[in-house]
């Protein structure tokens, strides 16, 4: 008996999972060997009766981790978008491996399931207009998320002034009212808000030039304490 005699394994069942849908379990010589999801099943056509070389299982194999790694990934993304590096980072902590989480995430990107640039767009435009966050901490979440730096410093440059100064007004109306002391003591908390919130000293000088001329204060000794920040 020669080496592929040795290889040679016979598919003796093929039988469909009760729990897992769409998976099937293989049988090879009467013993169970392995599962595969029905995509797999079709595309190496495992049928009853049909014999499979050992390379011929480690391409089933492959294949079969490839498209758990891809179905889980679309989950992921499929619930919210996510930047690449995140989903490298959850395939990784399900236990995938290099080679396997490469593939998946060229083909999301390939299929334009996960793009960089729009994923970081879609993120500030959130974090400017819906959580009146400032340039400083977006910039900072970017970066934490994996976004290529280019990407983020181009994404910074598409900010809309006008919007963000407009969100950390907003806020800061809010903080003033909330804040106690002296007019010197609100200022202090209310731009240390501001500030944690990622706003630049730039912007924090502007919205004070606004709120001091509301409440007809032309002090403005506070704000050059900010402009280093910008």
Same mark, same amino acid.
């Given at each position: ?15 469909? +999972? ?9 049988? &090879?010589?009467e ?6 999801h ?17 390379? *011929?299982? =480690?391409?089933?194999?492959?294949? =079969?981790?490839?498209? &758990? ?21 959850? &395939?990784k ?12 995430c ?5 299929n334009k399931?996960v793009?960089?640039? =729009? ?11 819906? +959580? ?23 994404t910074?440059? /598409?900010i ?7 969100g ?15 007019t ?11 500030m ?6 730039? #912007? ?6 606004? #709120?001091? *001329? =509301? &409440?007809?204060?032309? /002090? *403005? /000794?506070l ?6 920040? /910008?």
């Amino acid at each position: 008996m020669d080496r592929e005699e040795e290889q040679l394994q016979i598919i003796t069942k093929v039988e469909k +999972q009760k729990q897992g849908r769409h998976r099937y379990n293989i049988f &090879l010589n009467e013993a169970y060997a392995f599962s595969v999801h029905e995509d797999i099943l079709v595309k190496h056509r495992l049928h009853k009766g049909e014999t499979l070389l050992l390379h *011929s299982i =480690e391409a089933i194999l492959l294949d =079969e981790e490839r498209n &758990l790694a891809y179905v889980k990934a679309l989950f992921m993304v499929g619930r919210r978008p996510h930047a690449i590096s995140e989903v490298k980072r959850k &395939l990784k902590e399900k236990g995938f491996e290099a080679p396997i989480i490469d593939w998946t995430c060229k083909k999301l990107i390939a299929n334009k399931y996960v793009n960089d640039e =729009e994923f970081a767009k879609m993120w500030t435009d959130n974090r400017v207009l819906t +959580q009146r966050k400032g340039r400083n901490l977006i910039r900072q979440e970017l970066q934490y998320k994996g976004i290529d730096p280019n990407v983020v410093k181009s994404t910074m440059a /598409d900010i809309n002034p006008e919007d963000e100064y407009e969100g950390a007004l907003k806020i800061a109306r809010t903080k003033w009212k909330q804040s106690s002391g002296e007019t010197m003591d609100k200022k202090r908390k209310t731009a240390a808000f501001l500030m944690r919130r990622g706003y630049t000293g730039a #912007i924090v000088s502007k919205v004070f030039a606004v #709120i001091m *001329s =509301e &409440l007809g204060d032309e /002090d *403005s /000794d506070l704000f050059e304490e900010f402009t280093e920040y /910008d």
